[in-house]
């Protein structure tokens, strides 16, 4: 190979890397989550996961998002990430559903596949998936929520996450 082919080798691998590059740091977080707010980052994370995972993903979201402050907002976004990462990782599954609604002093998002479910601790062989819930229950813990898996009896797996939300002061 000529000294110019050997460049443009090394100048396309260059311009990947930067995209990958790209790709994680917004993965990690969106600039829309800052700009549009969780509601807006969640469409756009199951829209992405949907054509990179090849995952049916449908999503109902309450129209006023609750007041969760930029912590909050983003540990919600990466434990909605994970689950999505993992589903396509071990369910087998095709669809998708995640629900993201308000109940009164609570915020409750409820993740649902078609799948297999993830399998148990024991069956795993991959030392990083030792316990494919830990990270999971982990954040939980670090956001103050609950977190509940049930293997549904129609197939599939659904994760619940309730977070608690500040009370709101009495109007008048």
């Not at 460049?7 to 990690?28: C, F, K, N, P, Q």
């Amino acid at each position: 190979p000529t000294q110019r082919a050997q460049v443009a080798t090394m100048l396309e691998s260059l311009d990947e890397a930067v995209s990958t590059v790209r790709r994680i740091a917004t993965e990690l977080r969106p600039l829309m989550l800052d700009d549009l707010g969780l509601n807006a980052a969640i469409e756009w994370l199951a829209r992405e996961s949907s054509q990179r995972l090849g995952l049916s993903i449908r999503i109902q979201l309450d129209e006023v998002e609750p007041p969760l402050g930029e912590r909050r907002a983003i540990a919600l976004y990466r434990t909605l990430q994970d689950a999505l990462a993992r589903i396509a990782r071990h369910a087998d599954a095709r669809h998708v559903d995640i629900q993201m609604l308000r109940r009164a002093h609570e915020l409750i998002l409820c993740v649902r596949d078609d799948g297999q479910g993830w399998p148990d601790a024991a069956t795993v062989g991959d030392a990083d998936d030792a316990d494919l819930t830990l990270g999971l229950r982990q954040q939980a813990r670090l956001l103050g929520a609950r977190l509940r898996f049930d293997t549904l009896p129609q197939g599939g797996r659904r994760m619940t996450l309730r977070l608690p939300l500040p009370r709101e002061p009495d109007a008048g």
